[in-house]
């Protein structure tokens, strides 16, 4: 069984950075897309960044370019989302997500992100 916990959310001050980690667990996750989302109050939840487990190729949303990186650590099973320059507006719950469709979709818990004006 899959799992994937996140961890390394916290309050940080605009400007400032964390880095989130996903570690998972339950298989091998060659020819998975590892994603993160992030759901703030009151709004649906939105892609943030992806990363194909097995080529390493990565992919942003437009309003976390230049600011945020995606990787992972295959020895560790573990994908990482370093946030930059971070904004009040990037406050919200941030999700790790294991895209195999159709032969599966997992969800971590979520980690709560608070940025601070």
């Known amino acids: 069984q899959v799992q994937l916990v996140e961890s390394g959310g916290g309050l940080v001050q605009a400007g400032g950075s964390l880095r989130l980690s996903c570690a998972a667990s339950g298989r091998t996750f060659s020819g998975y897309v590892m994603k993160w989302f992030r759901q703030a109050p009151g709004k649906e939840r939105e892609f943030v960044a992806g990363i194909s487990w097995s080529g390493g190729a990565t992919f942003y949303a437009d309003s976390v370019k230049g600011r945020f990186t995606i990787s992972r650590d295959s020895a560790k099973n573990t994908v990482y989302l370093q946030m930059n320059s971070l904004k009040p507006e990037d406050t919200a719950v941030y999700y790790c997500?294991?895209?195999?469709?159709?032969?599966?979709?997992?969800w971590g818990q979520g980690t709560q992100v608070t940025v601070s004006s």
């Open positions: 997500n294991a895209d195999y469709r159709p032969r599966g979709n997992y």
